[in-house]
């Protein structure tokens, strides 16, 4: 289905279910089987992507082939129990002057916010909460996306 509308599907945390589905891609949490693991289970040619939290688990995931990096929490989120304090935007900044790849910000992310995060330097906004507890959630990311795509 994701194909068939252009867009890319990455399935969390499991690069066997991943693989056995076609997946366009895994991603992997720091505590998810090793980046070379993914690799094999993957292949070359499919996307393997890292949660990272601090410039040690970036250039640890940049030097392990990450082709991607989340990068967060940037806001405080209520999305996640147990979730980490907020890194705010100065780690994504951060992180987009060490590295060229691209990069998902994650975390308390709102469309209020979408566009600062962008402007520091990510390629990609993750959201979670903003959209489960919006009243339309398909207005909210058409809206998101125009606003996105026209900056």
């Keep these: 289905m994701t194909r068939a509308i252009g867009a890319l599907l990455i399935v969390n945390d499991r690069p066997d279910v991943a693989a056995a589905i076609e997946a ?14 993914a690799r094999a289970i993957m ?6 992507g890292v949660s990272t ?9 940049v030097d392990a082939g990450a082709d991607y990096l989340g990068v967060g929490p940037i806001f405080e989120t209520s ?11 100065a780690l ?3 992180v987009r002057r060490t590295t060229d790849r691209p990069l998902v910000a994650i ?29 339309d959630p398909r207005a909210t990311v058409r809206s ?4 996105l795509a026209a900056a």
């Design 144 to 147: 998101l996306v125009s606003r």
């Design 79 to 89: 999305s996640k129990v147990g979730a980490l304090p907020a890194r705010g935007l």
């Design 107 to 135: 975390g308390g992310i709102t469309p209020e916010t979408a566009m600062l995060v962008r402007a520091a330097g990510a390629d990609a906004v993750a959201m979670i909460g903003s959209l489960t507890r919006a009243t």
């Design 24 to 37: 366009d891609g895994v991603h992997l949490g720091q505590d998810d089987v090793p980046i070379s693991v």
């Design 43 to 48: 292949g070359p040619e499919r996307w393997v």
């Design 92 to 94: 994504l900044e951060a």
């Design 53 to 61: 939290h601090d410039l040690d688990e970036v250039a640890g995931a």
